[in-house]
């Protein structure tokens, strides 16, 4: 049974920092491609960073320069490193994984990927 368990949301003040992570049991992330999702209130999930399998990574346009997605292979664990955090990166942010290592990077962030492997999600909350 595979799962994807994130950890590291919390509330923060505008211009702070947090690290998400995104624990895997039961699938070894890098054999695949990986990402991290946003759903702010009232909104459709989008991509905000994706990981592909050759080691390329992607970000929304929102979070470019600020957000830095990366992998643990030892640990098999994706992490998102936010700073400069904004109240419009509030929501839930959900680490997801495909088995699939043939789509870019850039695919999953555009949401072209029906990935296979979702987390429950961690909730991040800025204060203006």
């Known amino acids: 049974q595979v799962e994807l368990e994130e950890s590291g949301g919390g509330s923060v003040q505008a211009g702070g920092s947090l690290r998400l992570s995104c624990a895997a049991s039961g699938y070894t992330l890098r054999r695949g491609i990986m990402g991290w999702f946003l759903q702010a209130p009232g909104k459709e999930r989008e991509g905000v960073a994706g990981?592909?399998?050759?080691?390329?990574?992607t970000y929304a346009d929102s979070v470019k320069g600020r957000f830095t997605i990366s992998l643990d292979n030892a640990k098999n664990t994706l992490y998102l490193q936010m700073n400069n955090l904004k109240p419009e990166d509030t929501g839930t942010y959900y680490c997801a994984a495909d088995r699939n290592a043939v789509p870019s990077s850039a695919m999953v962030v555009a949401g072209w990927v029906d990935m296979d492997y979702w987390g429950k999600g961690t909730l991040v909350t800025i204060s203006s």
């Open positions: 990981l592909d399998n050759d080691g390329k990574v």
